[in-house]
């Protein structure tokens, strides 16, 4: 079953100087096996091996999670994680695959329906010890039992050779009065940030509620410091202001929530338009998409203490920006993709900037794509001296998965 959430808002054009461009990168398509498709999603393990996987449409009812593994200037043969004719699949809550620290067990997630709702569906977690040749009967990331929304996970590997995954978590929201900010979910209480590790066999540790009120269906994402784990997501206030917070683990506790830059976005529905995060050792650079006041932008902001405090955040992109940020952060420099409006269609724009300094170096477009939902979120990530991009293409009705090398 496949649906899309209806979270559009619509704003003027205004006017801004693009930065100049140093240089034109380039973007070099590898081919990879998929037919028809998307929900694209990049990870690189710690041992450098990268994997992408995607959503294959194989006819109107049925999907599979299938993954291949980057070899040089090809992508494997792909291989069949699940399918499923009762799955969520959604243009912005996608799957993902991860692997455990050792580099050994491959894990992978998708959304599967548990009840009738619309919005009711469960994470299901599959792994792999063998590469990704058998997999495991399925389990459950959350135990609450409840026929709700629980989705937009993100999955990184942790310390004791677990996985550490963060998801919106609907539990709450079966309780309550309707709310005007329900985004359309016919839901009462407020969705909620949680968090669990679970290891090579399944079993489920940690599982804590992080923000009790947040928005309802922005991307999470999460990276590993030196210090801990950190994870960023946009926050909901009583006031219906939506802007990114973050949460750290220090030892065996987490932080409460704070925001990493005060936007003061006023909006009453979610903009489906979450921030990405990516650490250097103890630095940390954060991308996001806000349209406080009506103006439309996308920014990036540093920490050199592992998140603990940050510097002023820095504008990449005022003129009219769509969002669907992706960073990635190495030793001097940050690289970070968005889509950008042109006219009635989008371009993937990379900008380049100096980390130390928090400098924008300059900033290029990649390739021209579709505005529309199913275009879905370009992801980034660079692989041992390659950075790499997915995205998704449509053609028509019909739409696949594409990636390729940005040669700087």
Request: charged share 25%; net charge negative.
């Amino acid at each position: 079953m496949r649906v899309f959430i209806f979270c559009i808002l619509i704003f003027g054009i205004f006017a801004c100087t693009e930065t100049t461009p140093l240089a034109s990168p380039t973007l070099t398509e590898i081919p990879n096996p998929c037919k028809s498709g998307g929900e694209a999603n990049l990870f690189v393990s710690n041992n450098g091996d990268a994997y992408l996987s995607w959503v294959e449409y194989l006819n109107d009812t049925t999907d599979a999670l299938q993954f291949s593994k980057l070899e040089t200037d090809h992508w494997s043969t792909a291989t069949t994680i699940a399918t499923g004719n009762d799955w969520f699949v959604n243009w912005a809550d996608f799957p993902s695959l991860a692997v455990h620290g050792d580099g050994k067990t491959l894990a992978a997630h998708w959304l599967q329906k548990s009840a009738p709702g619309t919005y009711d569906y469960d994470v299901h977690i599959s792994q792999s010890s063998d590469q990704g040749k058998n997999w495991s009967t399925d389990f459950i990331l959350h135990r609450d039992s409840i026929a709700a929304e629980h989705g937009f996970v993100t999955l990184i590997a942790a310390p004791q050779n677990r996985i550490l995954a963060t998801w919106l978590d609907g539990r709450n929201t079966k309780t309550g009065e309707a709310s005007s900010g329900d985004h359309g979910h016919g839901h009462g209480g407020a969705m909620s940030l949680r968090t669990a590790e679970f290891d090579e066999e399944g079993n489920i540790f940690s599982e804590v509620e992080l923000d009790d009120r947040i928005c309802d269906c922005c991307q999470t994402d999460a990276a590993m410091t030196p210090q801990g784990p950190i994870i960023v997501y946009r926050d909901r206030t009583a006031e219906e202001i939506r802007d990114i917070s973050i949460v750290r683990k220090i030892g065996l506790d987490w932080t409460q929530a704070r925001n990493i830059s005060n936007d003061n976005w006023h909006i009453t529905g979610c903009p489906v338009n979450g921030p990405a995060v990516s650490t250097f050792k103890n630095e940390v650079a954060v991308a996001w998409f806000t349209a406080a006041n009506e103006k439309p932008m996308v920014k990036v902001i540093f920490s050199k203490d592992a998140g603990a405090t940050f510097s002023a955040p820095l504008i990449i992109d005022d003129i009219d920006p769509l969002g669907r940020v992706d960073i990635f952060l190495e030793k001097g420099n940050t690289y970070l993709t968005w889509l950008d409006k042109k006219e009635d269609q989008a371009a993937i724009k990379l900008a380049i900037i100096d980390s130390k300094t928090s400098t924008l170096l300059s900033q290029h477009t990649l390739i021209e794509t579709s505005a529309k939902r199913k275009s879905g979120f370009p992801v980034l990530e660079k692989i041992k001296d390659r950075l790499i991009l997915a995205w998704t293409e449509i053609d028509g009705e019909e739409t696949r998965i594409k990636t390729g090398e940005i040669v700087l």
